[in-house]
């Protein structure tokens, strides 16, 4: 058996012992011993399938204490592929704007149906601080607290998550520093308000349609534009 095979096949195993309920969340997995024995490879295969897993969020690693297993939230799970999706490509990143589109747009009508005017002052408060800075840093920041805080208002953890890993490696692709910087701002910022305009009317379709709108045209400047990645 191949070192590759070996490492698939103690994946395997300690996936279904997970998945069928032999281990739930919070149970410390057997020693690397009784898994060699009981899966049919090395320790070494273990080790790496272990490694695996906790870089996906799925166990536990405690030094001196042992593996164990997570407690497997959603949310945490979705989290942890911004290992993988951070380091995707500008033409992969746009392969997943349409899944961002629809994400968001179902988020903004959730938020329609359930924004307070608490919520409402503090995103009109961010769209000021937006609109009136120049700086991509923190143009950068507020745009990404404006759409998470919209997130947020569905109560949805996983759908929150799975945008967030989406927009991470997105953000690293500057826009508002390009030579159309000026152009980018002033839709985006448009963009902004057509959202808040929507949620200010508790109105699902037209938030919803605002976000859609919002997140394609971003689609449509880095189709463009196509800048390079920030550090």
């Known amino acids: 058996m191949s070192d590759t095979t070996a490492v698939e096949t103690a994946l395997h195993g300690l996936r279904a012992l997970i998945a069928e309920g032999e281990l739930h969340p919070g149970d410390r997995l057997p020693s690397e011993g009784e898994l060699s024995e009981r899966l049919g490879v090395s320790r070494g295969s273990i080790r790496e399938a272990i490694r695996t897993l906790a870089a996906l969020g799925v166990l536990d690693t405690r030094r001196g204490s042992g593996s164990f297993v997570a407690q497997l939230r959603a949310a945490d799970v979705i989290q942890s592929l911004s290992l993988t999706v951070g380091l ?28 307070d005017e608490a919520t409402l002052a503090e995103l009109d408060s961010l769209l000021e601080e937006l609109e009136a800075t120049t700086d991509a840093e923190l143009q950068s ?49 448009a963009g902004h308000r057509a959202i808040l305009r929507g949620l200010e009317a508790r109105d699902p379709v037209a938030a919803s349609a605002a976000a859609a709108a919002h997140v394609s045209q971003t689609e449509a400047w880095l189709r463009k534009l196509r800048p390079d990645p920030a550090g």
Request: aromatic fraction near 6%; hydrophobic fraction near 50%.
């Open 88 to 115: 995707l490509p500008l033409e992969s990143i746009l392969e997943l704007y349409e899944l961002r589109r629809v994400l968001e747009a179902h988020a903004a009508s959730l938020a329609a149906a359930r924004i």
């Open 141 to 189: 920041e507020l745009d990404h607290r404006f759409h998470m805080r919209i997130l947020s208002l569905g109560g949805n953890g996983a759908l929150g998550a799975m945008v967030s890993v989406l927009r991470s490696r997105s953000r690293a692709y500057r826009l508002f520093p390009s030579a159309d910087g000026a152009a980018v701002k002033t839709l985006s910022d």
